[in-house]
């Protein structure tokens, strides 16, 4: 039997095979943010705990994932121990959370950060992605494709006079309530359950928001 024969033959049935494929933490939806000057700005996303799961659905990912506060020394010239900040977990204030929350939970560190992007050669199509990571991944393995989950496409106007000033703002407002501050708020309070191939993880969340507009 030909094993390439359940492949799509085409483009066309190709993409009514991804469209057929459904997969919970993947799949987007669309929120109507706002209406402006007859205009329906619409949010493409997904939750953030879906791209949070995505993450650490990823094997690779998770092996190097650090929940614990781990402070790190390095030995100076002089022969003595000093404090060396290289990741987020190895910071006083991750200890500081740890010692909050109850011994069983751990931190969990969201890094949530957009900036508009270039769709084609010409520079006339831009789009302005949202994506998260994790500050429980080393940088070294943060850096690499694959340790970011794409979370959201922010609406945007693209009208640039001073006098949309203040309904840019509201959309974006918005748009973060509905991504970011709604989800966490609902969970800040009991913290939030992981199901892990290790088990289920009891997490706080901390986030760190990196926007460029």
């Known amino acids: 039997m030909d094993p390439t024969a359940t492949l799509p033959s085409n483009a066309k049935a190709a993409r009514v095979f991804l469209?057929?494929?459904e997969i919970p933490h993947i799949l987007y939806k669309k929120t109507i943010i706002m209406e402006y000057n007859q205009i329906q700005y619409t949010l493409h996303h997904r939750t953030i705990f879906d791209a949070i799961k995505e993450l650490l659905s990823n094997k690779e990912i998770f092996k190097y994932c650090v929940f614990d506060y781990s402070p790190d020394y390095i030995t100076n010239d002089k022969g003595e121990q000093e404090r060396c900040y290289s990741e987020l977990y190895n910071s006083d204030w991750w200890g500081r959370a740890q010692r909050s929350i109850n011994e069983s939970a751990k931190v969990l560190s969201i890094i949530i950060y957009s900036d508009a992007t270039t769709c084609d050669t010409l520079g006339k199509k831009t789009e302005h992605p949202v994506?998260?990571?994790l500050?429980?991944?080393p940088s070294w393995r943060r850096n690499k494709p694959d340790a970011k989950a794409l979370l959201a496409y922010l609406p945007k106007i693209n009208d640039h006079q001073k006098k949309h000033a203040m309904a840019k703002h509201q959309l974006f407002q918005r748009s973060m309530n509905i991504l970011v501050i709604e989800p966490?708020?609902?969970?800040m309070s009991d913290g939030l359950d992981l199901r892990t191939d290790d088990g289920i993880l009891w997490c706080y969340l901390v986030i760190y928001l990196s926007i460029t507009l």
């Open 184 to 187: 966490i708020m609902s969970v």
């Open 135 to 137: 500050g429980n991944i």
């Open 19 to 21: 469209d057929s494929i």
């Open 131 to 133: 994506f998260l990571t």
